[in-house]
């Protein structure tokens, strides 16, 4: 998408875009199974991801002083918790009260939308030139198969993540052997190749392994029992928080700079995630999601200051090239997130879970199994139906006591947030180990 971008023009590709959105939405919506669904959220997640990097290497193109950058950048980190104010809820009261294939439709006219505000709006793009795109699929395919084989370690599923691996590796080199021969290559290198765009794209990455509000709402789903829709509802302030946050982001480096105001944000979103740890049965629901929303703000804050520190590296002719940068290593950090989740935070609950369930008469080998099977998805009320006479505490959590599983959630919810504010400081440490290299940098051939 960045080198298409480039040069095809950002209009015609975000149209392109918005068109394999639509029409993965149209395969979602009359899908006769599960494969034709999974086909269509895959043409949907192309789609989404070509007009999302053309449009911010569009945004890099428009506005080109830092008080513009900062504030466009900080506008764009604040459309994702808007957009999800209203979104959810209209899905989610689709699907209790129709048909789930209905809400498909809603995401045909947000594809057309998308592409008619484009051929509106945007201006007319310049002629075609060559586009080389073997060295960019290259690339996307090293880039996928390590993010496969983290989604297949935290899996546990080793030998596959493997081979799969094996293949990344032999894409790389094919790569390397690539862009020595080509001339003009279409993969567009040079922010990673730079100690100094490396670091900030290895923050970037590390910044996306801990979702702590997409934790908070399976806490939400299965400590309180809240439904979709009423999920979606009590979301509201989280997202409206995420608005401000991207607003304040924006403006805060307009004032103090890119760098200061992404390290700034980033470390306060990890310390606010340290709030998760003293919540605890009794906990009222209004005060996880109120630290939830204030952690939104700072998370949301220092979303346009990463997006700007990698957009200031691109040269005046990548910014396609840096905003792809940028939407991988952000893919990368949540394809490792799987490992974190399924070795700190589902390793947490099954732990705790084990623990709680041998502490009330479980025998050891059993509460490990049935934790296993807890953790990995299945619900309490079917494994103790598998019984002909469950254990004592599964038939206490069955029959509405649910101390067992709710000190397991909650320890679970507090690893989240103790990784979320570990990653958080690894990628403030990282940002700023980059601003000192490009002084050195400077220094030197000043």
Known sequence: AGAMGDHLGRRRMIIAGAAVFALGAALVTIAPGVGVVAAGRALEGAGSVVTAIVGLALLADTYVTPRQRSLAFGAGASIIPAVFILAPIAGAWITEHGSWRLVGALWIGAGAATAAAAWVLLPADPARTRVELVTPLLGGAVLACIALACTMIGMGSTVPALITLGAAAVAAAVLAITMRVMEAPGLDLRIPRSLTGALTLVAIMVANAVNLLFFTTLLLQY??????????????????????????????????????????????????????????????????????SLYSVFDAANSGPLTARVMNLAEPDGEGGAAAQREAWSSIGTAIGGIVAGILIFGSFHASLTDNLVARGVPTATATTLSERVRDGAVVSDVAHTYDLPPRALRGVTNGERPVLTGAHFDAYAMTGVATAITYGVAAGLLGLSALTERRRRAKSG
């Open 223 to 292: 400590r309180y029992g809240v439904g979709i829709v009423a999920l979606a509802l009590i979301m509201i302030p989280v997202q409206i928080a995420g608005v401000f946050g991207g607003l304040a982001g924006g403006a805060l480096m307009s004032r103090v700079g890119v760098v200061p105001a992404a390290i700034g944000m980033t470390l306060l979103a990890g310390l606010v995630a340290l709030l998760a740890i003293p919540l605890g049965e009794g906990t009222p629901v209004w005060i996880a999601v109120g630290t939830a």
